[in-house]
Nanobody, 116 residues
Framework: QVQFVESGGGLVQPGGSLRLSCAASGFAFSNYAISWSRQVPGKEREMVITITSRDTTTTYLGAVRGRFTISRDNANNMVYLQMNDLKPEDTAVYYC?????????WGPGTQVTVSS
């Protein structure tokens, strides 16, 4: 059973940092690209960043480029999202997941709130 569990969210002040963790199970983790997305209630999900099985990263959101980085630990089936210089507009539920045919799979998410 494919499963993702995100953790590490919380309340942080503008300019602060958070490190989100994603624990994956139920599939050949090291063979798959893993992505982070985010969603604000009432808005569409945004793809944020992806790391491939070969550790190549792609940042989809220009607004986070240079502030967010993704990394993975294949030995422990973990992916991390380091978020620096957080801004109020980064407030969202953050999800990790991957595409395993026939659909993309996401975890339940972790809430990140950036506010003073």
């Amino acid at each position: 059973q494919v499963q993702f569990v995100e953790s590490g969210g919380g309340l942080v002040q503008p300019g602060g940092s958070l490190r989100l963790s994603c624990a994956a199970s139920g599939f050949a983790f090291s063979n798959y690209a893993i992505s982070w997305s985010r969603q604000v209630p009432g808005k569409e999900r945004e793809m944020v960043i992806t790391i491939t099985s070969r550790d190549t990263t792609t940042t989809y959101l220009g607004a986070v480029r240079g502030r967010f980085t993704i990394s993975r630990d294949n030995a422990n089936n973990m992916v991390y999202l380091q978020m620096n210089d957080l801004k109020p507009e980064d407030t969202a539920v953050y999800y990790c997941g991957t595409y395993i045919a026939p659909q993309r799979r996401w975890g339940p998410g972790t809430q990140v709130t950036v506010s003073s």
